[in-house]
């Protein structure tokens, strides 16, 4: 059994036994948790069906939070998709199903927090996306989160997956690696692969700071979803163009913890600066708590 503290043994495991991260993951939590492997791919698909609903839900044009901030852009976001925009429709619709979670989240909606509510939107963004374009079937998808889902412990236990410890990168940043690593596995990529979109997504989300106005988890919260979506994508795809990390990932875990660790508590979840401490954003929040 593993105990996830890093990227390289999944990675070793995998190539060792010939098979996907998903799978070895799928074995070990079976034998750790003394729970039919059938059992545990049922309950991953019960996470992955929660994500459909919310990516349904989040998209209807009514859809407001309760402090009013956030609302309706997933509906303009896939109506902007029909017309294939700059980077084409169906990143565009990827855009739309992680507003369309976060929102939902926004409004207490019933989401998957993956690994966080702040960062719910991204790993629905990526995966749901492959599955609704109709790159993958739905068996694929669920084995998907399962690696998703190991990267997420590794980064849980190596450095951390709260804003309040780490900032933005440690939930945004850290569900963006999630997503492009489960993306390259989808698209059948090897584990070293796998591990080069992680690394990669880290990367592009090092020192990301969490600043939310009002202290919700709505500005900049819904908005960064959509750019970790659209990273993951952009990442997986070096990876799966052969494009390596010259750290390895297992590095640029501990890198990100020690980003974390020297950030001002301003930062980190207190609203007390960034985007939270403006003009604007102190007059958001006089708006919302009087």
Same mark, same amino acid.
């Given at each position: 059994?593993?105990d996830?503290?890093?990227?390289e043994?999944?990675?070793?495991?995998?190539?060792?036994?010939? /098979?996907?991260?998903?799978?070895?993951?799928?074995?070990?939590?079976?034998?750790?948790?003394?729970?039919?492997?059938?059992?545990?791919?049922? &309950?991953?698909?019960?996470?992955l069906?929660?994500?459909?609903?919310?990516v349904?839900e989040? &998209?209807?044009?009514?859809?407001?939070?309760?402090s009013? !901030?956030?609302?309706?852009?997933?509906?303009?976001?896939?109506?902007?998709?029909?017309?294939?925009?700059? /980077?084409?429709?169906?990143?565009? &619709?990827?855009?739309?199903?992680?507003?369309?979670?976060?929102?939902?989240?926004?409004?207490? *909606?019933?989401?998957?927090?993956?690994?966080?509510?702040?960062a719910?939107?991204?790993?629905?963004?990526?995966?749901?996306?492959?599955?609704?374009?109709?790159?993958?079937?739905?068996?694929s998808?669920? =084995?998907?989160?399962? /690696?998703?889902?190991?990267?997420?412990?590794?980064?849980?236990?190596k450095?951390?997956?709260?804003?309040?410890? *780490?900032?933005?990168?440690?939930?945004?940043?850290?569900?963006?690696?999630?997503?492009? *690593?489960?993306?390259?596995?989808?698209?059948?990529g090897?584990?070293?692969?796998?591990?080069?979109?992680?690394?990669?997504?880290?990367?592009?989300? %090092?020192?990301?700071?969490?600043?939310?106005?009002?202290?919700?988890v709505?500005?900049?919260?819904?908005?960064?979803?959509v750019?970790?979506?659209?990273?993951a994508?952009?990442?997986?795809? =070096?990876?799966?163009?052969?494009i390596?990390?010259?750290?390895?990932?297992?590095?640029?875990?501990?890198?990100?913890?020690?980003?974390?660790?020297?950030?001002?508590? %301003?930062?980190?979840? /207190?609203?007390?600066?960034? !985007?939270?401490?403006?003009?604007?954003?102190?007059e958001?929040? &006089?708006?919302?708590?009087?």
């Open positions: 059994m593993f996830y503290k890093t990227i043994e999944l990675c070793a495991e995998a190539e060792k036994r010939g /098979t996907s991260i998903s799978e070895v993951v799928l074995a070990d939590q079976s034998e750790e948790m003394e729970i039919a492997s059938e059992d545990l791919f049922s &309950r991953m698909k019960t996470n069906d929660v994500m459909l609903k919310a349904e989040g &998209r209807k044009p009514k859809l407001k939070s309760a009013g !901030l956030s609302g309706g852009d997933a509906h303009k976001m896939e109506c902007y998709a029909e017309s294939g925009g700059i /980077t084409g429709s169906f990143m565009n &619709r990827a855009m739309a199903r992680a507003l369309a979670v976060s929102e939902y989240n926004a409004a207490m *909606g019933k989401i998957v927090a993956a690994p966080t509510a702040g719910c939107g991204i790993l629905p963004g990526t995966i749901i996306s492959v599955l609704k374009e109709g790159l993958c079937d739905e068996k998808a669920v =084995m998907a989160l399962f /690696t998703a889902g190991a990267i997420g412990m590794v980064i849980a236990n450095a951390s997956i709260s804003g309040a410890q *780490g900032g933005c990168q440690a939930e945004c940043g850290s569900a963006s690696a999630m997503a492009a *690593g489960a993306l390259v596995e989808l698209k059948g090897t584990p070293r692969q796998v591990a080069a979109a992680c690394a990669m997504a880290i990367k592009n989300c %090092l020192g990301l700071v969490c600043d939310p106005v009002a202290g919700l709505e500005i900049p919260c819904i908005k960064r979803n750019a970790g979506t659209v990273t994508f952009a990442c997986a795809e =070096m990876a799966l163009a052969g390596e990390s010259k750290i390895p990932v297992d590095e640029c875990i501990a890198a990100m913890r020690s980003v974390g660790d020297a950030m001002s508590s %301003l930062l980190k979840e /207190t609203a007390l600066g960034g !985007l939270a401490a403006t003009p604007t954003g102190q958001l929040k &006089r708006r919302v708590f009087g």
